[in-house]
C-alpha cells in the first residue's frame, strides 16, 4: 500500500527562524512528489519534484528529494506570520489515474 | 485559464438526509477529476475519480457515490448522510493523459452532520 509519513505533526516557531519539514514515502512506480499549502480552504501549490538532488526554490522556500533514501524536506528560511498554514505533501504513483497519496500534513504556526 | 468551482461552501445537514456536491472545471477538456475528503486536522483521503465521462473509480468503501455526467462536472452525493460523514471536501482536477500534472482543488465543502 502507498504510503507518505510527515513529520513533525505539528510546530511552533518564532518569526524569522528557519524551519524544515520532513516526507517520507513508500510508492510503488514513483512518478513525482508535491508540496502543497492549505491555509483556510484549498491547498495550493509549491514544488514538484521528479529527480533526485535538484533543488527546487521559490523565494524563501525550496525542496529537495532523495529518491534512494525515499524521503523530502521542505526549508523555509526567515519565516514570517504569513507562513503560517498546513503543509501538504503527496507523492504521486506511474501506475492508475495519476491519484496522490497525501501525508497527514505539517500544521505550522509562525509567532510574532 | 483554467478554473474550477465548487459549492456549497458549508452545508450542515442532519443525519439521513441526502446530499449533493457540486463541481465544476471551466477552460480545459477532458480532465481527471477527483473528491478528496480532509478530517480534522489530518491530510487528505481520496474518495473517488474520474478520467472520462460516466467513468468513476472508488478508492474505498463508504456511504457516499459520485457521478460525472459531463466532461467538466462531478458530483458527489450520498442517499443518507451518517454523523461520520461530517468533514472538508475537496474537488481537485488535472490534466487528463500520463503526464506529470499538478493536481488543482477547489475552495472545498465543509459539511456538518448533526
Known amino acids: 500500500e502507498d504510503k507518505v509519513v510527515q513529520s513533525p505533526l505539528s510546530l511552533v516557531v518564532h518569526e524569522g527562524d528557519t524551519v524544515t519539514l520532513n516526507c517520507s514515502y513508500e510508492?510503488?512506480?514513483?512518478?513525482?512528489l508535491l508540496w502543497y499549502k492549505q491555509e483556510k480552504k484549498a491547498p495550493t501549490f509549491l514544488f514538484m519534484l521528479?529527480?533526485?538532488?535538484i533543488e527546487k526554490k521559490s523565494g524563501r522556500l525550496s525542496s529537495i528529494l532523495d529518491k534512494k533514501e525515499l524521503f523530502s524536506i521542505l526549508n523555509i528560511t526567515a519565516t514570517q506570520t504569513g507562513d503560517s498554514a498546513v503543509y501538504l505533501c503527496?507523492?504521486?504513483?506511474?501506475?492508475?489515474?495519476?491519484?496522490?497519496?497525501f501525508g497527514q500534513g505539517t500544521r505550522l504556526t509562525i509567532n510574532p | 485559464s483554467q478554473t474550477i468551482h465548487q459549492w456549497p461552501a458549508t452545508l450542515v445537514q442532519p443525519v439521513g438526509s441526502p446530499l449533493s456536491l457540486e463541481c465544476t472545471v471551466e477552460?480545459?477538456?477532458?480532465?481527471?477529476l477527483y473528491w478528496y475528503r480532509q478530517a480534522a486536522g489530518r491530510g487528505l483521503q481520496l474518495l473517488f475519480y474520474?478520467?472520462?465521462?460516466?467513468?468513476i473509480s472508488s478508492e474505498v468503501p463508504q456511504n457516499l457515490s459520485a457521478s460525472r455526467p459531463q466532461d467538466r462536472q462531478f458530483i458527489l452525493s450520498s442517499k443518507k448522510l451518517l454523523l461520520s460523514d461530517s468533514g472538508f471536501y475537496l474537488c481537485?482536477?488535472?490534466?487528463?493523459?500520463?503526464?506529470?500534472?499538478?493536481?488543482?482543488f477547489g475552495a472545498g465543502s465543509r459539511l456538518t452532520v448533526l
Open positions: 481537485a482536477w488535472k490534466t487528463g493523459g500520463s503526464g506529470a500534472n499538478v493536481l488543482t
Open positions: 510508492v510503488t512506480n514513483f512518478r513525482s
Open positions: 521528479t529527480s533526485s538532488g
Open positions: 503527496a507523492v504521486e504513483p506511474s501506475q492508475g489515474a495519476q491519484k496522490l497519496v
Open positions: 477552460g480545459t477538456s477532458n480532465p481527471n
Open positions: 474520474s478520467v472520462g465521462i460516466g467513468q
